[in-house]
């Protein structure tokens, strides 16, 4: 899916090939991070949520036809059905390209500013190269929802294209006109959105303050969506002190959502590729953390423990930056994320050793070889380096064979370079990086190793 970025803070104009496992480097204050919000904000839920709310009143330019002929006929006999596949065929870059639009509307928010201005961002969005593969997710996807005690339904089984809504006794009469349409237009909406990413996690550079929090004490509604809030809530929170950017209020949803969710054990009787996120985060912990990360109920509260050895456990305020910059991605594979997701982490590299910094570039090539999205703000020359390693790994005609050179030994970690995009953000805009060949060409870190050995050496000829 490719994405072109206009005047987004310094970011004049960009053009960005969405993959798998997408890449944004360059030096500080070139708009990567900034890049990687504005996307979680179209595809997560505040891009859909906005939208919804402005379409079902009446504030934004594009009409669906198929949607108000389902909803009269839906008034008229009590059901009606939409042709998903045929729908999302005809709409869904229109869809995504009309939450995009309206983002400026909400970006000061979402960011928590009221300085930087967004009156002039533009993004738009083209699915040419992804829609067949799009139109094949929506026709796996499944729908089962309903509202007043299962009397007004939707339903789309998996591998059907139809998308069913059916009333059951005079409901349609009882109901507000409103409500009625908010439900057929809700499910549509959804089901296109949740097919570019069924969810968006973000892991703001701050997590490693924020996992730290003694989460049992926490209230929901101090981290929920600021449009969930109500009038008084608002007020108490703006009391509080400066509001959090929406990444930071979601990381804390996620690590709250960790902390109150069971294990996984019915859901992988559903869905066996949740067992294996399970055994990633089993194997981020055994291979790279070197410990184990979980929840234990004391006498007087519930709190993360990190436990390096059989009978050591450590409160997450005293253990190493180490664990508690990986600590979250553990806990949103244990009990969160599902397939189709999308991973935004905003260096991952940060407060680790060169060598976890490789095994971290290996660990994220294996969450996407199952089934997840990755996309990543790095500053790390052993990250971007050891990917291109990783890509050329794929292509080996024996994986088993090279799989002990490199630092997990996991063939798995070698990832197809269709997989990977990787953008260097400098003077305004963003320029792919990856060679035909799979070379990865940037010159910012290796500039800066240059000078420092030349200060040297000049300093060696002064001395002389």
């Known amino acids: 899916m490719k994405v072109k ?15 798998p496992l997408t890449v944004f480097i360059g030096g500080n204050g070139e708009g990567k991070t900034w890049a990687a919000y ?15 709310k402005a379409y079902l009143d009446g504030n934004t330019q594009q009409g669906y036809p198929t949607l108000d002929s389902a909803l009269q006929q839906l008034f008229e006999e009590g059901n009606a059905q939409i042709d998903a596949v045929q729908f999302a065929n005809e709409y869904a870059e229109t869809y995504i390209n009309e939450v995009a639009r309206l983002a400026p509307n909400w970006m000061r928010s979402f960011m928590a500013t009221d300085r930087a201005k967004f009156n002039d961002l533009k993004v738009h969005l083209n699915l040419a190269e992804t829609k067949a593969e799009f139109l094949k997710k929506i026709k796996a996807a499944s729908v089962q929802r309903n509202i007043s005690l299962g009397l007004l339904n939707a339903v789309k089984e998996t591998g059907n294209n139809i998308l069913y809504f059916y009333a059951e006794g005079d409901i349609l009469k009882k109901l507000p006109e409103k409500v009625i349409k908010q439900f057929l237009v809700r499910e549509i909406f959804q089901l296109l959105h949740r097919e570019f990413y069924a969810y968006v996690y973000t892991f703001p550079t701050e997590r490693t303050t924020f996992i730290t929090f003694p989460f049992s004490s926490f209230k929901r509604r101090e981290v929920i969506s600021e449009e969930l809030l109500t ?17 930071v209020k979601r990381f804390l949803e996620m690590i709250l959502a960790s902390y109150q969710k069971k294990d996984r054990e019915e859901e ?9 996120y399970v055994k990633l985060a089993n194997f981020l912990e055994k291979e790279i953390l070197q410990g184990t990360v979980g929840f234990e109920t004391s006498e007087f509260r519930k709190e993360l423990l990190f436990q390096p050895k059989e009978n050591t456990k450590l409160e997450m305020p005293i253990v190493s930056s180490m664990v508690k910059e990986l600590a979250p991605l553990v806990l949103c594979l244990r009990y969160l994320v599902e397939p189709n997701e999308l991973l ?4 991952p590299e940060m407060n680790l050793h060169p060598a976890a910094q490789v095994e971290i570039a290996e660990f994220l090539a294996m969450l996407v070889n199952a089934g997840l999205h990755v996309l990543i703000t790095t500053h790390s020359p052993y990250i971007v380096d050891h990917l291109a390693n990783l890509m050329q790994a794929a292509k080996h005609e024996e994986p088993d064979s090279i799989k002990k050179m490199f630092y997990l030994e996991r063939k798995e970690a070698f990832i197809s370079q269709e997989k990977v995009s990787v953008y260097l953000f400098e003077d305004g805009t963003a320029k792919n990086i990856i060679s035909e060949e799979g070379t990865i ?10 000078d420092v050995s030349q200060i040297y050496a000049s300093l060696l000829k002064v001395k002389d």
């Open 344 to 347: 935004i982490i905003d260096e």
């Open 231 to 247: 009038d008084t809530d608002k007020s108490e929170l703006e009391q509080r002190g400066t509001p959090l950017v929406e990444p």
């Open 38 to 52: 504005t996307l979680s904000a179209i595809f997560g839920q505040q891009g859909y949520g906005h939208y919804l």
């Open 441 to 450: 060409n940037w010159e910012t870190f290796g500039k800066v190793s240059d």
């Open 268 to 276: 992988i009787k559903e869905n066996l590729q949740l067992g294996e």
């Open 5 to 19: 970025i206009r005047n987004l803070g310094v970011i004049k104009k960009a053009e960005i090939d969405l993959k």
